[in-house]
């Protein structure tokens, strides 16, 4: 098996489109795990090799455009990266995906994932993707920036969060919030919104049950200007390596972001890094997945199993997670085998309420995701609040400046 290029000779190809590439060192960490994932695959799959176009052909300007048009013209690989959630609306309705319940059942996965994210993963009674990983937004703490300031605890409430921000930019932390531009701005919100309205209702506005006029609504949209007020001013040409570096570097004593970040503080030398869910979210874990879809008539469909197997398996869960900063989802991995932040995270991830990501894919349709992404950027430069709300209302709506035209298509989450 070579990952990312062609199979050794006489190997069946199974092509997988993943999206992390050789030229981005942002998704090193995500290219190592999918590579990972390849040689457990190779293991367990005799005959058949693992090949990877995005990175294979060398530069594709767009490997997502170019899987949307090979799946219209019924061009499909055996295999593709997705999070599982909002994001898979369209091809499920397009029928490009082959339903995967049977297989759960064969590969025993029924009786190893957490109900709540069995629940989460089920469309309309159907089940679609393999998970290979999850990945939870929490708030990261500098403790020894936290500290000089006198800050020992952790944040329970919104309110006490602002205390904390004003207790740091009182000990000369001039912007003692960290922020990125773009999707790291939503997960931020996103944060605000559910400490503010609870996961019911958190959950009711993206998936567009609930309206966007409450009095509530409001509160929450200010809070949220109020955060930004705590941030780098230069957040929106920020990446969030760049982000996460002035957390690590003592510019800032907080980070809202994926734990993804892990990896990134620890090369930086962040000895004493706290972390906690978003004050106000205690008993939650908003998640957004990695994970891999059969589409409807992949060309080598025993290979596609294969693989789809390897990703659900304890080792596949191992070889992707320890090495991308995200937790297995089977309930029978050992917790030893990952580091401390993982091992609670593992924890949590059977006890907490899981609660979707907008930012991210699992709560929201990729034009939504869009069109509520340019609201915020818009926001970030004119705090206009009526003008957010109006924005992202409309981008939920399917009528933002920013949306394409939705499925009208309804689907019901959760119950197999």
Not at 242 to 254: D, I, P
Request: proline residues 7%.
């Amino acid at each position: 098996m070579r990952a990312g290029g062609s199979p050794a000779p006489g190997a069946a190809e199974v092509e997988v489109f993943a999206w992390a590439t050789d030229d981005d060192p942002d998704q090193a960490a995500e290219k190592a795990a999918v590579d990972a994932l390849g040689e457990v695959f190779a293991q367990a799959c005799p005959g058949h090799g693992f090949v990877n176009p995005v990175v294979a052909g060398g530069g594709t300007p767009d490997p997502r455009r170019v899987l949307r048009s090979r799946l219209r013209e019924n061009d499909p690989p055996d295999s593709f990266q997705a999070h599982p959630g909002g994001e898979l609306a369209d091809h499920i309705d397009a029928g490009h995906l082959t339903a995967l319940d049977d297989r759960f059942v064969e590969w025993g996965l029924v009786d190893v994932l957490p109900r709540g994210l069995l629940d989460a993963l089920t469309v309309d009674g159907k089940i679609y993707t393999v998970p290979a990983g999850v990945h939870r937004l929490m708030l990261w703490g500098n403790g020894e920036v936290l500290a000089r300031a006198g800050l020992t605890g952790r944040p329970a409430t919104l309110d006490e969060f602002v205390r904390d921000l004003d207790a740091l930019r009182s000990a000369g932390v001039e912007h003692p919030l960290a922020l990125g531009a773009a999707w790291t701005q939503l997960e931020l919100l996103e944060g605000v919104l559910l400490s503010e309205l609870g996961p019911e209702r958190f959950e009711s506005l993206w998936a567009g049950e609930s309206d966007w006029s409450g009095r509530d609504i409001g509160g929450a949209l200010d809070a949220y200007g109020t955060l930004l007020s705590y941030t780098n001013p230069d957040r929106d040409d920020l990446h969030w390596p760049e982000a996460a570096k002035l957390l690590s570097g003592g510019a800032a004593g907080y980070l809202f972001m994926g734990d993804w970040v892990v990896g990134a503080l620890e090369e930086a030398g962040l000895g004493d890094c706290r972390y906690q869910p978003f004050p106000g979210t205690a008993g939650t874990f908003q998640w957004l997945g990695d994970a891999f879809v059969l589409p409807r008539g992949a060309p080598n469909p025993e290979g596609a199993h294969c693989w789809l197997r390897a990703v659900g398996s304890i080792e596949g869960q191992k070889a992707f997670n320890t090495r991308k900063g995200s937790i297995p989802v089977r309930t029978d991995a050992d917790p030893a085998d990952y580091p401390e932040y993982q091992r609670a995270a593992i924890a949590d991830l059977e006890r907490a309420r899981l609660v979707p990501s907008c930012a991210h894919g699992s709560a929201c349709a990729p034009e939504v995701t869009a069109a509520v992404t340019g609201a915020v950027g818009r926001f970030s430069g004119s705090g206009d609040v009526a003008a957010l709300r109006a924005d992202i209302a409309a981008g939920v709506a399917g009528r933002g400046p920013d949306a394409a035209p939705q499925s009208s298509a309804t689907h019901r989450r959760g119950g197999t």
